[in-house]
């Protein structure tokens, strides 16, 4: 489109197109090798019951030790390998390696516990979801009821034709679906009433100090109150303080999940946590 020929505006435009391009591609043929040398892996944060602090679920949360010498956390690659469409292979390596990873702690005489993986908006339009998830299930041998999928906002609000059949083909499988991040897109009630989602999870930002904010204590009151009463469970995410746990049981919040529990765990500590959580029950 840009046609001003010898204009010094145009190479500069060129040179950083070229400059943006390489570093995409370098950026592609990186997360490609990385993922061939087993340099992602999962770690694991727990999610209780309010009420009797035993464990309910656990969420999958995608690590990246590049080089297997520098730790880059997920909000600094998540959103390139989305713009590189490489979110789509390495989300179905997520799914897989949870799914297995959950019917691993079964087969060892754990409790059984869902396991929850996030899924981006740009994994259900690029890709077929629910055919993705049906196979994997059948692959590692996990019945749905023990994945759950956490959505946005973002995912919902895309209205496009693929991400809505994905949505309703998951449930119809089994699979859980829960709300994440909620109060901090467009929170349309239009999306609840549509999806129908099973459980929501209330947004760290506002939980975090809720005691001395009342905006956000009245907000994660709402939110529970809405959600409760679409027959949605509450999840509270970000616990770090005894008086945002306190508040988030006194308003009925049914999950509880945050540093004040647990930091996201290895497999092995996230065993320990397991084993311990059973022997108390
Ligand atoms: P999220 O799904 O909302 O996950 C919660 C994030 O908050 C995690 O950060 C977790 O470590 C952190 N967190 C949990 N409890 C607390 C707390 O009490 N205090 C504080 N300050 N932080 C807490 P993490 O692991 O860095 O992940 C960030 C985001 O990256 C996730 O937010 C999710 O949106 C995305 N993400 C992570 N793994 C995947 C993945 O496999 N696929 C996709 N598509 N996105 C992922
Ligand atoms: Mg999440
Ligand atoms: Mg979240
Ligand atoms: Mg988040």
């Known amino acids: 489109v840009v046609k001003k020929s010898g204009g010094g505006n145009y190479r500069i435009y060129e040179e950083t197109m070229e400059r943006a391009n ?6 592609q043929s990186d997360f490609k090798r990385a993922l061939h040398d087993e340099e992602f892996y999962l770690v694991y944060q727990p999610k209780v019951n ?10 999958a949360l995608l ?18 390998a989305e713009e590189t469409g490489f979110i789509v292979p390495l989300g179905e390596w997520v799914i897989k390696r ?20 996030n899924v981006s908006a740009v994994q259900f339009q690029r890709s077929k979801m629910d055919e993705i998830v049906e196979r994997i299930l059948a692959e590692t041998g996990l019945e749905p009821q023990w994945l759950e999928i956490e959505i946005t906002e973002g995912t919902l609000m895309v209205q496009d034709e693929f991400t809505i059949r994905s949505i309703t083909r998951l449930k119809e499988l089994g699979v859980i679906i829960a709300l994440d991040d909620f109060g901090t897109g467009y929170s349309s009630m239009q999306y609840l009433k549509q999806f129908r989602l099973h459980s929501l999870k209330v947004d760290r930002s506002f939980i975090q100090d809720l005691h001395e904010h009342h905006d956000r204590a009245a907000i994660t009151e709402a939110i529970t109150q809405l959600a409760h009463g679409l027959g949605m469970s509450v999840v509270a995410e970000g616990v770090e303080k005894d008086e945002e746990l306190e508040f988030v049981k006194s308003i009925g919040a049914d999950e509880i999940q945050g ?5 996201p765990l290895s497999k092995e500590d996230f065993e320990s946590y397991l084993q311990s959580d059973s022997k108390v029950s």
């Open 259 to 263: 540093y004040y529990i647990s930091r």
């Open 50 to 59: 309010a009420n009797t602090g035993s464990i309910s679920g656990v969420e």
């Open 63 to 80: 690590r990246w030790n590049k080089n297997n010498q520098e730790l880059i956390p997920p909000a600094d690659f998540i959103p390139l």
């Open 22 to 27: 390489s570093y995409r591609f370098g950026l």
């Open 98 to 117: 949870a799914c297995e990873q959950n019917k691993q702690w079964q087969d060892a005489g754990f409790t059984p516990i869902r396991i929850a993986v």
